[in-house]
Every structure is written in structure tokens, then in C-alpha cells.
């Protein structure tokens, strides 16, 4: 069911969003041409095909969805550069992957693409522990703990790697030569907006958050960033935030509990991929609609879309991994040679709205499992 009041017009005509990028400079060999991302957390696979669509799409505002780092100087001879995800089969990292991909092709960089299937602290520090005896000119990582991933990202630092961070920073800042993403509490305050405006401002209720682990900075300023605005409304009432170790199952099932039990729930905010899958099925599981429970959230897979098309999702925050995995690139290489490269690198990102989802604006940012 489409959501189709005044009130969503404007939203659509307001909040499509994109967050500057700031200046600055997700496996096989760089001409692979397999799209199948690694199945075992040991395992190397070829990078998704890159995509030739996706390195010059044109944002909205004015703005550009295109890395807009520093001038990326020639790679040195024999440069190889290795994107570790959070897990694998994930829309958000194996676009980072065409992106890195893309750029590394036409620089003549050996990139590769490892990870495990499960979003495991354990296993992603396996892979990097193997990796520094491989010793990489450069290591992309979307870190799954700020905290535990610190000794063996300190261990390939000490061998001479230089460490990228995509969307995500280690509690010790020191390691990361650069940290790329999006501005996350700016992303949770406009899904705060989206919310209370398709609830309405005088109706009110009680709200739920969901995130994958206590202690995630990128959770923790998604979360922020939310709270800090539904704040300003006082009839709406944040329940707290509950954690879902990434799973779907779970979610679905703290969803649908809160939402059977709690007459007053009027809005789900999920704060990763799992999560708003999760949710979908659990207002499903609970017998609630989009006339009952409003749903904003954080970035898109094919059965999120589906729902947001639907009209079952009332707006997300969609980021640009394409772009954070070029920039990763141009970042490893302008290290390679010598130059200085800011900490903290921004990538854009839009608020999809059913609105405004099948505009040429919006769909250049849309997640792919691969970059066909």
C-alpha cells in the first residue's frame, strides 16, 4: 500500500539528501570477472564485475555521487589492495567491492575481495592475520568490532599495511590511516523527521530501535542522530534500542512481539540491512501494516526495495558504497606515494522515500549483489 499524503509529497521533495563529500584522496586478480563473493572466511573470490554505470551517477542538490578525492597520482608497480567486509553476500559491502574494483582496474591495482559469510569478529581477524603474511599494500576493512579487530589491524600496521577503514573506525583512531563514511547522526536525524511527519506530529507513540551490537560507534551515531530529533517531539516516546547480533530472525521476533503486545507502537527505526528485513517480517508476523507501524531504516537490499516500492517502508537513509570503495582506492594510493590523506573521508548518501525511489536520483545509489 503506497503512501500517498501531502505530508510524504513534501517529504519526498525535501529530504532527498545528499551529504557532500568531503576532499580526500567492500579473489582472484583485477580482471576477474566472477561475481560470486567468498563463501568460507578463509576463502579468496574475485570482486564483483564492476559496473561502468555507477562511477559517474549524478547525485541530487547539487552535489555529485562520485569520489572527489584528491588527484589520484599513478600506482606503484605490483600495487595490491584487499577489501575485507563485514561479511560477504551483503548488497552494501559487494558494492564497495565494484566500486574498488572499478577504480583498480583503471589504475592497473591488484585488488581482491575476502571475507566470511558471517558477520564473525573472529573470522574476520583470521583473515587478517593471514593477509599480513600475504603483505598487501593496502587493507579496505569494514571492521565488525571497533574494539577487537584493534590487535590484528595493529599487527599488519606494524608490517607496513596501510589500513583503510570503510564505514566504520576502530576505538583507537591511531591504526586507520583514513575512516570513509557517510555521516551517520545527520542519517538518523533525517529518518527521525521522515517518522514523525508520516505519523504526524500531534499523534504520537511509542517507537522502537533496532541495531546490531552495543558498542558500535556507527549504531551508537545512527542511534544519536535519531534520539536527538524525536526528542523535539514530545508526544512521541522512544522505547530504547534493542540489539539483533545482526540476524534477521531476531529482529523479525523483537518486532513482532513488541508489536503485538504494545497498542502504542507507531514506528520501527532500524539501523542496518538485517534489522529492516527483520522488522518487515515481524509487523507481518504481528498481523500490523504500514497504517499501524511505520518503518524508517538504514540502507537497501532487493527484499527492502520491494517493500519500499510497496509502500511498506516509509524512507531510508541509502548510502553510496560505490563511491567510499573508489575513494579507497585513490586513498591507498595516494599513501603508497607519499601523501597526506584527510582521517575522516564523508560519502554521500539519499533518503529513498516510495515517492521518490524510482527516480534516475535515487536508483544510482541503490545496493547491488553484484555489478552487472
Known sequence: MHIRTKKHSLLAA?????????????????????????????????????????????????????????????????????????????PFYNTVACGAQKKADELGIDFTYQGAPEFD???????????????PDAIMISVTDPDAMIPPLQEAKDAGIDIIGIDGDLSDTWIMSTNIQSDNHEGGTLAAKSLVEAVGEDVGGDVLGLSNNAGSPIGEQREKGFTDELAKHPKFKYLGTQFTDNQQAQAATIVSTT??????????????????????????????????????????????????????????????????????????????????????????????????????EVQKFIYKLDCA
Do not use: H, W
Open 14 to 90: 525535501s529530504l532527498l539528501l545528499v551529504v557532500a563529500a568531503s576532499c580526500g584522496s567492500d579473489d582472484n586478480k583485477s580482471d576477474a570477472t566472477t561475481a560470486a563473493p567468498a563463501t568460507t572466511a578463509a576463502a579468496t573470490t574475485a570482486a564483483p564485475a564492476a559496473s561502468t554505470a555507477g562511477s559517474d551517477a549524478s547525485a541530487t542538490s547539487g552535489a555529485t555521487a562520485e569520489t572527489t578525492g584528491a588527484s589520484t597520482g599513478t600506482a606503484p608497480k605490483g600495487m595490491k589492495i584487499v577489501y575485507v567486509p563485514g561479511l560477504t553476500g551483503n
Open 121 to 135: 569478529v573472529a573470522k574476520q581477524s583470521a583473515i587478517v592475520s593471514a593477509l599480513v603474511g600475504e603483505k
Open 259 to 360: 508489536a503485538s503486545s504494545n497498542d502504542n507502537l507507531v514506528g520501527v527505526y532500524t539501523m542496518a540491512t538485517n534489522n529492516t528485513e527483520g522488522a518487515v517480517t515481524g509487523l507481518r508476523e504481528a498481523d500490523k501494516t504500514v497504517d499501524d507501524v511505520k518503518i524508517v531504516g538504514y540502507d537497501v537490499s532487493a527484499p527492502i526495495l520491494t517493500a519500499l516500492e510497496a509502500g511498506d517502508i516509509t524512507g531510508l537513509v541509502v548510502q553510496y558504497p560505490y563511491g567510499a570503495g573508489q575513494k579507497g582506492v585513490e586513498t591507498a594510493v595516494a599513501l603508497a606515494n607519499g601523501e597526506t590523506v584527510e582521517r575522516n573521508q564523508k560519502t554521500d548518501f539519499v533518503f529513498a522515500t516510495p515517492a521518490n525511489v524510482a527516480s534516475e
